[in-house]
């Protein structure tokens, strides 16, 4: 975004206006074209075939470069897709670090790498001091992956501090922002190179569709071999998915803004609850990431918490089949609220605690939500 851009919350609102010259429609078009003529002069318009580029997917691509303060954002079928075109671009010799508890499927596919093609992979733990640092010295990295919220305990990483560590080191700093979207944290602005969403969570917010996006800080050699890549893999997300993307983006702040604020009453709460051990949200001023988290997010503290239930994994789970409104089911970032036992689905790697519940807060009435779970305790 430049300094003359609108602010994210109207670049938003109107996301798609006026795209089609011709009508001044405020809705931008769909272009479910798979294949694009060339002229007179045999030259194309800048469209040759959809597994490259749509030109919906460019306009919201462009939205959301703008969003993220990018030079260029491209589009995937699922966050994971995303993920994995990224991580696919690199060499055998390259050494990644990451935070032993972040997103189970991007912990899994970075093993899977380490084992079947001899990348090294090193896990650092992002709640001790220091411990970034030590995994950085003991090898050459070339790519630091990190959540600056960590799901599902809500530590928090300091992107700025990262970023240094990570430069410092010779690498460069890949953000998995997916639960803290641009309109309260701004990856590359805190010295970030890459930032990735699964848009399927909170970019398009109402769980009726699968995506993903990287946004770039430069058009830089590896940013060719991830469009590359995506091209070769083919994970482009189809003409239909991006437009309801961006009907969706359409009221991200808003969202965003409601359901961070339900989650900060909530957790308030239930801070110190007697069937609960511990509640783990970054807006609760006991929280040891609280600065952190006050310092580089803007409006709120995001809508994702966890409880530690006072008892063992079948409590849990047993407290989750017993809300009303909670729906007991997986992803998060939806306008509907949701609850899960993270150590049931994330299999046998889990490093989640057995008595965690992960609470994703959607815009229902915090009261109503309050009092659900405050019935599936007792
Ligand atoms: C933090 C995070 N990253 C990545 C993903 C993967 O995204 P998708 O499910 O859209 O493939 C998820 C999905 O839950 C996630 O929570």
Redesign the pocket.
């Known amino acids: 975004m430049t300094n003359n851009d609108p602010s994210p919350d109207t670049l938003l609102a109107q996301g798609g206006h006026f795209i089609d010259s011709e009508t001044r429609a405020i809705v931008a078009p769909i272009h479910p074209s798979t294949t694009f003529g060339r002229d007179e002069r045999y030259e194309t318009r800048g469209f040759v075939y959809a597994r490259t580029a749509n030109p919906t997917g460019r306009y919201v691509e462009a939205l959301l470069a703008r969003l993220e303060g990018a030079e260029d954002a491209l589009l995937f079928g ?4 995303g ?1 994995a075109t990224f991580f696919e671009t690199l060499r055998r010799d390259e050494r990644v670090v990451a935070p032993r508890i ?2 189970h ?2 912990a899994d596919w970075l093993r899977r790498l380490a084992e079947r093609r001899g990348i090294d992979v090193a896990f650092f733990d992002a709640s001790t001091p220091g411990s970034l640092e030590e995994v950085l010295g003991a090898g050459d990295t070339t790519v630091v992956w990190i ?1 600056p919220s960590v ?1 599902p305990t809500w530590d928090v990483i300091d992107v700025r501090a990262t970023a240094r560590a990570a430069h410092a080191a010779g690498a460069i700093l890949g953000v ?1 922002a ?2 803290t979207p641009p309109v309260t944290l701004r990856a590359l602005e805190l010295g970030a190179d890459i930032v ?1 969403h ?4 909170y970019l398009a917010g109402h769980s009726d569709l ?3 996006v990287l946004a770039t800080r430069e058009r830089d050699a590896r940013w060719q071999d991830i469009h590359s890549a995506r091209t070769g893999m083919g994970g482009v997300l189809g003409a239909f998915e991006t437009w309801l993307l961006l009907r969706g983006m359409r009221t991200l702040h808003l969202r965003y803004a409601r359901q961070a604020a339900n989650a900060l009453a909530i957790a308030r709460h239930f801070e110190r609850h007697s069937r609960l051990a511990a509640v783990l949200y970054p807006g609760l001023e006991s929280h040891p990431g609280h600065a952190v988290a006050k310092r580089q997010m803007r409006g709120g503290f995001g809508a994702m918490l966890s409880l530690l239930v006072d008892g063992d994994a079948a409590l849990a789970r047993r407290i989750a089949t017993r809300t009303k409104l909670f729906v007991p089911a ?3 970032g939806g306008v509907e609220s949701l609850i899960e036992h993270r150590a049931t689905v994330e299999g046998p790697h889990s490093a989640t605690p057995a008595n965690l519940l992960r609470l994703s807060v959607g815009i229902e009435s915090a009261d109503d939500l309050i009092a659900d779970l405050e019935q599936a305790l007792a």
């Open positions: 699922s966050g994971m897709a993920i972040m997103y499927g991007s959540e799901n998995d997916t639960v990735f699964s848009a399927t969570k699968t995506a993903g997986s992803s998060l």
